[in-house]
């Protein structure tokens, strides 16, 4: 199973937030769009393939740890996603992990929580740093996790934990967006077979 962690600092966490309209004050839930949609969409098909994680700090109640995995019955539509965000955070129960969709579950779980429990279940992490090497060269396994951060990035204080267990990876000399350098992992995905 492959794995995308998108983090967001600043990215609201309560669906009353993001009824406002305003994507950008909702802590730029508009980069957090684009990144699952270069994530889990294809050309008139879904990478079923692929467990989306967002991980999101901002108010009113962080964290908040969303999963999407498309599968049979997932109401997703490109169109849409910002309203398919909305309403598994309004589903949120305090203190467990609810289902709100196939494949789209809600719970309140630090990014660190998330990224270690995946490394214990045998993933291989890779962060995306403009530093790293070069994802070309890189040996990458079926059973991998891609981490990557807002216009802010990660937070630096999990960034030295998460170091130990992960090897930093690039996309390339120039620095992208956040869903550019999705659609650059899954297309480096792809030509390999994985």
């Known amino acids: 199973m492959k794995h995308l962690i998108y983090f967001s600092a600043k990215a609201a966490t309560s669906g009353k937030a993001l009824s406002q309209g305003n994507l950008m004050k909702a802590g730029r839930m508009d ?3 684009h990144s699952l949609i270069q994530g889990i969409f294809l050309s008139h098909d879904f990478r079923k393939d692929i467990r989306f994680h967002f991980v999101f700090y901002g108010m009113p109640d962080p964290p908040k740890h969303i999963e999407i995995q498309v599968e049979d019955g997932t109401p997703i539509s490109k169109k849409d996603v910002g309203n398919l965000i909305k309403q598994i955070l309004y589903k949120y129960r305090e203190g467990e992990k609810t289902e709100v969709f196939p494949g789209c579950f809600v719970e309140k779980k630090s990014f660190l929580n998330v990224v270690e429990e995946l490394e214990k279940k045998g993933s291989e992490i890779f962060i995306l740093d403009k530093r790293g090497e070069d994802i070309r060269k890189a040996e990458i396994s079926e059973n991998c996790v891609f981490i990557l951060g807002d216009q802010k990035g990660l937070p630096k204080k999990e960034l ?3 170091k130990k267990i992960a090897t930093s990876v690039s996309v390339g000399p120039k620095t992208y967006f956040a869903s550019q350098t999705i659609a650059i ?10």
């Open 31 to 33: 980069i957090a769009i």
């Open 160 to 162: 030295k934990r998460l």
């Open 185 to 194: 992992v899954n297309n480096e995905l792809d030509r390999r077979g994985i």
